[in-house]
Nanobody, 124 residues
Framework: QVQLVESGGGLVQAGGSLRLSCLAS????????MGWFRQAPGKEREFVAA????????VYAESVKGRFTISRDNAKNTVYLQMNSLKPEDTASYYC?????????????????WGQGTQVTVSS
């Protein structure tokens, strides 16, 4: 059974930073792309960032490009999301997801397993 457990969320002032972590277990982590998505109250879940199986390829939503960095440590079965220059509009629940494939993808349908989410709140 695949499990994804996110951590690192919290309350931060605008302009601040947070690093989210997602620990995966249950299957061969290195074989699959990983992604981060977020969902704000009253809005649909949206793509944030994705990384391929070996970390050699990353993609980002335009809204976070240049501020967020996704990375992974395959030895630790963990994917990270470093979030800098946070804005109030980044407030959301953040979810990590494990892909069906090894390559990056924006679409939620390309991800097979999901974590429970971690809350990020950015105050103005």
């Amino acid at each position: 059974q695949v499990q994804l457990v996110e951590s690192g969320g919290g309350l931060v002032q605008a302009g601040g930073s947070l690093r989210l972590s997602c620990l995966a277990s249950g299957r061969t982590f290195i074989s699959y792309a990983m992604g981060w998505f977020r969902q704000a109250p009253g809005k649909e879940r949206e793509f944030v960032a994705a990384i391929n199986w070996n970390g050699g390829s990353t993609v980002y939503a335009e809204s976070v490009k240049g501020r967020f960095t996704i990375s992974r440590d395959n030895a630790k079965n963990t994917v990270y999301l470093q979030m800098n220059s946070l804005k109030p509009e980044d407030t959301a629940s953040y979810y990590c997801a494990e892909g069906r494939y090894s390559t990056t993808n924006y679409a939620q349908s390309a991800y097979e397993y999901w974590g429970q989410g971690t809350q990020v709140t950015v105050s103005s």
